[in-house]
Structure formats: structure tokens, C-alpha cells
């Protein structure tokens, strides 16, 4: 089969269960079975590119993966020939055909992260997997005073974990804020790209700021001069949720559609 046609897909996945995203020898990985998915369905492997990385055990609503075909398929069906073979945790929520301009790492201009916490004494069955508990009450003034001094294009070497360093680590941030909804406080991060455990250290520190172990006064300082020592702790991965990858109007991507 020559796999001539291009569907852009919208995947959401409960990521407690995969190593991440990235395909790994020996690990289950959402790549690995979309994949697998990819191959019954065409009949031949099939390689499915991300828009990007996730961590082992962060979860998405809005990532976005290209899917090549030689099928004659319209694309509402797309997701439900897709889901036929892939576990309940991973969902193909929409596919839209694209042309062969369209690059899902290139051409994103902005991921948006969110990480919950939550202000509760007990954990609840229905949540653990997907909020950090925190038993203390957090300050939510004091938060949101340091969050406001994050957007900008700076140096984000401070928040990237080792494992996986970059040799760019200059990147935008265009919102960081905060949203209260009961027992969850929602910490919203778009930028332009992220560094390895970014999302996760930037929440953190904000938690440590509600913490009242971190001054938000001290935080421009800080930044200017990269200090290293104002990164972290990386909160645990299953708080974190990819809920959008943004792309520009143009025709390479889809009018409408998860932009």
C-alpha cells in the first residue's frame, strides 16, 4: 500500500500506564500503540509522528499525531477505524486530512500544559491519578503574584530536568496563571516549547512559593540570573495533562481545528 494520504489526528490518553509518548524498546508507549493501530489498519507498519514529547505517566486531551494512509477513508471515520485496535486509555478524539506541507513538530507554535493540584486532606479513588494532593491550604495571592513574572522569552535552563538536556534552552512563555475551581487549583502554561520536566518545575515552584518556602519578590532576580537553585521540586507526572498544541492558519493546518 503507498501510504498517500495524511490525516492530522487528536489524541487523548490516560498516560498512568506508558513510559511517555516516545517509542522505547521494552516499554509500553502511546506512540507504540497508535502504532500498532496504525499497522492493522493499513496493513504494513506505519509510523505515526507526535506533535511532541510526553512524560511517563502525564496525560493529554489535546495531542496531535500524524497519521499517513493509503485506505480510502473519510476522515470522521479515521478514529473509529483507528480505535477498533487501541486500548481504552488511548482516544482518537478527531482527524482531519492534511497536505503533505504539514508538519505536527515544525509547524506547532505553542503547547499549552495544565497541572492540578489539589488542597484536600484524603485522596480521592475518582482523581488520584490525574491532581497532586496537597494537604496544606497554598497561598493563592502569593502564587499568583509569582506567576505573573514567568511570560517572556528568557533562559528556562533553571526548569529542565537531567536526562534529557537541550542545547537551546531559551524559550517563550506566553501564559502562566492560575485557576481555582473548588478543591483544584489549575496552573495553565503555554510556550512555545518546553524543556525536559519544565511544565512539571515550573508548578512546582509556584507550589513552593504557595508553600511560603519561596518570596515571589525574589523571582526577577532569579530569572535574570538563571539561578539554578529556584528550579523545582518536579511535581509527579500524572497531574500534568497536555490540553492543546496550536498551529497558525495556514494551509498546512486544519481551519478550525485545535487551534
Excluded at 493540584?117 to 485522596?123: R, T, V
Excluded at 517572556?152 to 481555582?180: H, I, K, M, W
Excluded at 518536579?234 to 481545528?257: D, F, H, K, N, Q
Aim: net charge neutral.
Amino acid at each position: 500500500m503507498v501510504l498517500t494520504r495524511r490525516f492530522r489526528l487528536t489524541v487523548a490518553y490516560e498516560g498512568t500506564a506508558y513510559g511517555g509518548w516516545q517509542v522505547q524498546e521494552g516499554v509500553a508507549t502511546v506512540q507504540g500503540v497508535l502504532e500498532r493501530a496504525a499497522e492493522d489498519v493499513n496493513g504494513e507498519p506505519t509510523r505515526i509522528l507526535g506533535a511532541g514529547r510526553t512524560d511517563a505517566g502525564t496525560h493529554a486531551r489535546g495531542q496531535v499525531a500524524l497519521f499517513p494512509t493509503g485506505r480510502d477513508l473519510a476522515a470522521h471515520r479515521v478514529p473509529r477505524a483507528l480505535g477498533a485496535y487501541l486500548p481504552e486509555d488511548v482516544v482518537v478524539t478527531a482527524a482531519v486530512e492534511v497536505g503533505e506541507e504539514f508538519h505536527p513538530v515544525r509547524d506547532a507554535i505553542a503547547r499549552h500544559y495544565r497541572y492540578t493540584l489539589k488542597q484536600a486532606l484524603h485522596d480521592d479513588p475518582f482523581d488520584r491519578r490525574f491532581v497532586h494532593r496537597i494537604a496544606t491550604p497554598l497561598d493563592l495571592r502569593a502564587m499568583a503574584l509569582a506567576a505573573a513574572h514567568f511570560p517572556g522569552r528568557r533562559d528556562f535552563a533553571p526548569f529542565q530536568n537531567e536526562g534529557s538536556p537541550r542545547r537551546e534552552t531559551v524559550r517563550t512563555l506566553q501564559r502562566l496563571d492560575l485557576a481555582v475551581e473548588g478543591d483544584y487549583i489549575h496552573i495553565d502554561i503555554t510556550a512555545d516549547g518546553f524543556l525536559y520536566g519544565m511544565a512539571r518545575n515550573l508548578a512546582g515552584t509556584l507550589m513552593r512559593v504557595g508553600q511560603g518556602l519561596l518570596d515571589p519578590a525574589a523571582i526577577p532576580a532569579a530569572l535574570a540570573a538563571c539561578d539554578r537553585s529556584l528550579g523545582g521540586p518536579t511535581l509527579p507526572a500524572g497531574g500534568l495533562c497536555l490540553m492543546e498544541v496550536r498551529y497558525p492558519p495556514t494551509p498546512g493546518s486544519i481551519p478550525g481545528g485545535n487551534s
